[in-house]
């Protein structure tokens, strides 16, 4: 399994971010796929999860704010990031975990000005 996000980037406080994450190998739709964080100095940490059958988990910093989906038929998951605050700066991986196996994209930077 190789996973690619994009869509990371500079926005100012309070701006929105659509990032992507494509899965090649593997049967997408069978897989939970989740993003993660890290910021600086920082150990990453759990930012929303989607079931293989489309049940959604958020952290309670980006609850009401981030909105995690996928499309199976694309292969994707998106992380839909709005009300963006400084504290949201960081690097956002993009997983992908089937029992035992658990895969990792290389990360998007995500930065936002305050």
């Known amino acids: 399994v190789k996973l690619l996000e994009s869509g990371g980037g500079l926005v100012q406080a309070g701006g929105s971010l659509k990032l992507s994450c494509a899965q090649s190998g593997g049967t997408f739709s069978s897989y939970a796929m989740g993003w993660f964080r890290q910021a600086p100095g920082k150990e990453r940490e759990l930012v929303a999860t989607?079931?293989?059958?489309?049940?959604?988990y958020y952290a309670e910093s980006v609850k009401g704010r981030f909105t995690i989906s996928r499309d199976n038929a694309k292969n994707t998951v998106f992380l839909q990031m709005n009300s963006l605050k400084a504290e949201d700066t960081a690097v956002y991986f993009c997983n992908a975990a089937i029992w035992p196996r658990s895969a990792w994209g290389q990360g998007t930077q995500v930065t936002v000005s305050s």
């Open positions: 989607i079931t293989s059958g489309g049940t959604t």
